[in-house]
């Protein structure tokens, strides 16, 4: 089959992308005219780009009128490559940022924040700083530095994130500089951990030494190294102009791969921009965040089906690397109210061997930069076009900039969840600890001292450690006969073991909220104890004890925390009150749930929770999963269950 570069396919899917593209990516000197030159096959010539085959005959194009860009747009282009006016402000003696500069800083890794909280003249302006951390990995001497910063310029306690890297709260702007050069300096990195580009790459927190889990780490740094920002901003602001004291971990483990070289290998068919600074990206970078993670086969720890591409490891019966199945245009945010915002899990795109998987990644991103919605920011992800075209002619236009066929998906063994928390054998004769962190808040709080244990861990023992995609921690490479000893430390800093952990609490996660995020409507890390408690005391009462749910709390609909995954989740909807999702997959696989109720106070949400428990009692199948089940019954049919229960007429 002949195959039409990604710039000129447009017309057969409905969709003008021959013309969106040249909008949305084209600088606005360029003419606004297209024309077409009939010779042997039809032909569409893009002044200031290049000439390209489209399939059909003649094809009427009309002038093009030039738009205004959005604003957000506007600030990318004005900003020179994420470098104005940060720059400048950065300079001043001011304990803020403008509107501008704050969209900017985002590239760099930090959102700008004030406590809600602080009563007074003024904002309470700080800021949070994002890591970046392909895979997950955290070096010794990282953990040191983060832990020394958190305490001499941060509120003093670091926050574990839904995708495996720390963030550091509460740092003033006069700090600012000083914490992301230390961060620079040693190898590690903020760039690209927000911001309108691909974030910080994904893969399962085991550290096991199998072929699949080592490749998993392996591609992940690839990709992160693959699409990050070329811009010399970073070096400019943070460093003066100067060179990192140490390159980036990550990026010397997988330089075998020839990064660079893949990265800007031109095959004619629109992937590569003409732009020097960012071939890949361009002066306006992709339409919103773009979110990639690797998996092996199986392990769903990590909520693959969120991602805007996910990434499946297959190997052959020896192990080796053959390809990787591709699944694309997951994502969670939406606006309540709103019904063309929505939650997605990705569709199933196909399989591609090892040797174009680079060229493949690469030609998925070019179809969401320059097809992805850039005058609606809500509808700004690529789980929108996707959605718009259906995977199969989404499939049509990535191979349009591919150049070949995308294979059928290959089958795999069916996904199992699994937070890798406990004792473990890596294979290679060493341990490693999952220790669950509720929340992902390291602190010291009283007799709860889990920030100082986790540095004296480090400190004895040089233990390098594994973010996980559930907000906690994996200590690797711990010799067998140090286990004894690392418990007895755990234990005397008042720190849990796994079988004392309620399993509600272990499945649960919840996004910070209040008081700095100045999106929450409502509260969500801070009450989610007390909810989580409620929610026990409920299922005891309803003899449904041994009952494991997955439940996520947010305090609003951006969903940091993947609620919409969940089988029961909380999702802020207004001052204490919250909407009620049920019906996500106890296993995270290829589906959302969906909102039941809406506006549900928190004092009283048990109230609406029994008789959807009840429900559950009285017409689950053996062994089904309450997200299973509700997912099965739908909102209706539970609904009308509960309009006719009575409050506590029904127990297991």
Partial sequence: MAIASGIAVCDAFGLNFGMKRHSSVASSTRSSKLFMVIGDKPKVVIPGDKVVVIPGDKVQVKPMKVKTLQKIEQIKVDGKYLNHPLKEEMKNEEVFVSKDAMQVLKYHGSYMQSDREVKGKGKDFQ??????????????????????????????????TTRQCFQLHGV??????????SIMDIGSSTVGACGDVSRNVMCPPAPFTSPEYELAREWSKVFAQLFRPMTDAFSAIWLDGEKVATVETWSKEVAHHNIDENMLYDNGRGIILKDKTEPIYGTRYLPKKFKIAVTVPGDNSLDIYINDIGCVVITNDAGELQGFNIMVGGGLGRTHNKEETFARAADHLGYVDKADMMECMKAILAAQRDHGNRDVRTNARMKYLVHTLGIDKFRVLVESYYGKEILPWRPIKEWKYND???????????????????????????????KTVLRKIVDKYNTPMVMS???SVILKDIDPKDKTDIEQMLKDHGIKSLDQVDPLERLAMACPALPLCGLAMTEAERTMPDTLRRVRLLLNKMNLKEEEILIRITGCPNGCARPYMAELAFVGDGPKSYQIWLGGSPVLEGRTGYPYLSKVRTATFEETLEPVLAFFIESRYKFEAFGDFTFRMGPEVIEEYANNYVLGSVTA
């Fill in 127 to 160: 800021f949070m700083l994002r890591l970046k951390q392909p895979a997950g990995e955290l070096a010794p001497e990282l953990f040191k530095l983060l832990d020394d910063l958190s305490r001499d310029m941060g509120q003093g306690t670091l926050r574990a």
């Fill in 172 to 181: 003033r702007k006069g700090n600012l500089k000083h914490v992301v050069r």
């Fill in 469 to 471: 995609p559930t907000q």
């Fill in 420 to 450: 890798w928390m406990g004792w473990w054998e890596q294979g290679d004769g060493k341990l490693f600890y999952g220790l669950h962190i509720d929340s992902g808040r390291v602190k010291d709080e009283g007799d709860f001292r889990l």
